[in-house]
């Protein structure tokens, strides 16, 4: 019972230590995807896929044990949510830092870099998830220089 009043006391710390972050985030999901219909700050911006598209839909296909979707949307969402995991038992149930953190984020990111050169190649830009969204900040810009997506 120790144990369990622990863990939520750090839950507790950590959301009161970081609840105005916690709004902005929400509220700008909310705002962007009323507006433009997706949140990905770099597509909103740009029109083309982050090296992370597909990972949301990925984790909500993971949660639903869809793993033919997890594949298609992005299948990095599987050692992301491991190392996810691995963080929250550090901190959560053991309460002790995170070993190779640092390493583990820079081969996760090096991975996911990999594969969203190779999603660009085999997909862009008509293959979803990495397919160019028109509607984007850049899009005047791009017509005034004449180069088209």
């Not at 219909?37 to 992370?52: E, H, K, S």
């Amino acid at each position: 019972m120790i144990r369990i009043m622990n863990v939520f006391h750090r839950v507790k710390t950590d959301i009161a230590n970081n609840y105005k972050g916690i709004i902005i985030v929400i509220i700008y999901f909310i705002v962007t995807h009323i507006l433009f219909g997706y949140v990905c700050p770099f597509r909103l911006l740009t029109g083309i896929p982050c090296p992370a598209c597909g990972l949301t839909r990925a984790g909500i296909s993971l949660i639903l044990l869809d793993f033919d979707k997890v594949f298609f949307y992005n299948p990095m969402i599987i050692p992301i949510a491991v190392f996810i995991i691995y963080c929250v038992i550090c901190r959560y149930i053991f309460d002790v830092p995170v070993r190779f953190a640092s390493a583990i984020i820079v081969i996760l990111s090096i991975l996911l870099f990999i594969l969203y050169y190779y999603r660009m190649v085999k997909m862009f830009p008509n293959h979803e998830p990495m397919e160019y969204v028109s509607r984007n900040l850049f899009s005047p810009i791009y017509r005034l220089i004449g180069f088209n997506l």
